[in-house]
C-alpha cells in the first residue's frame, strides 16, 4: 500500500509509484527522456521527439524538421556541424511558428539548461561497461548529482 512521500522525487524510479504513472513508466525506455534534477524547462537543445510531440502545437512533421535542422548535416545531435540555436527566437522561426503560436510553448521550453544526463559505453573485448551520471555545470565546472552503474 503506498502513501505518497509529499517531498520532491529524488530518483527517477519513484515516478513508478506515483498514481496514474503506471502505463508510462512500464514502456521501454520510459526513463531515457526524463531528468529529475533540474528545475528548468524542457531543453529544446537536446529534447527527443516524444518530448517534442508533447508539446502544445507541435505535429509531426514540425518535429522532425526541427530535429533535422537542429542535429545538422550528419543527422547527430551534439556534433560540430550543428547550427547554433542562440535563443528562443531562432527555436520559433525554425519551427515556423507565429509569435503568437510560440506563446503556448514559451514557458515550457528553454535551451542550454545546466543540468546535463551523460551515459558513458566502454567496451573491451566481450565486456561491455554502461555508467549513466547526471552532473550540473556551474561556472562552467561539472558537479556529480548522481552516478549509476548499469
Known amino acids: 500500500d503506498y502513501h505518497p512521500a509529499h517531498t520532491l522525487l529524488t530518483r527517477i524510479d519513484e ?38 510531440l508533447a508539446l502544445p502545437g507541435m505535429t509531426e512533421s514540425l518535429a522532425d524538421r526541427f530535429l533535422l535542422l537542429r542535429r545538422g548535416p550528419d543527422g547527430i545531435d551534439g556534433t560540430a556541424d550543428d ?6 527566437e531562432d527555436v520559433r522561426a525554425a519551427l515556423g511558428f507565429s509569435a503568437e503560436q510560440f506563446k503556448q510553448l514559451a514557458g515550457l521550453v528553454g535551451l542550454r539548461d545546466q543540468v546535463f544526463r551523460i551515459v558513458s559505453v566502454g567496451k573491451s573485448g566481450g565486456a561491455t561497461r554502461v555508467v549513466q551520471m547526471v552532473v550540473r555545470k556551474v561556472n562552467n565546472v561539472p558537479q556529480l548529482i548522481t552516478w549509476k552503474e548499469l
Open 15 to 52: 515516478l513508478k509509484k506515483v498514481a496514474g504513472w503506471a502505463e508510462f513508466t512500464s514502456t521501454p525506455g520510459w526513463a531515457e527522456d526524463l531528468t529529475l534534477n533540474s528545475s528548468g524547462p524542457i531543453d529544446l537543445a537536446w529534447a527527443s521527439r516524444d518530448v517534442l
Open 83 to 88: 547550427p547554433p540555436l542562440r535563443s528562443l
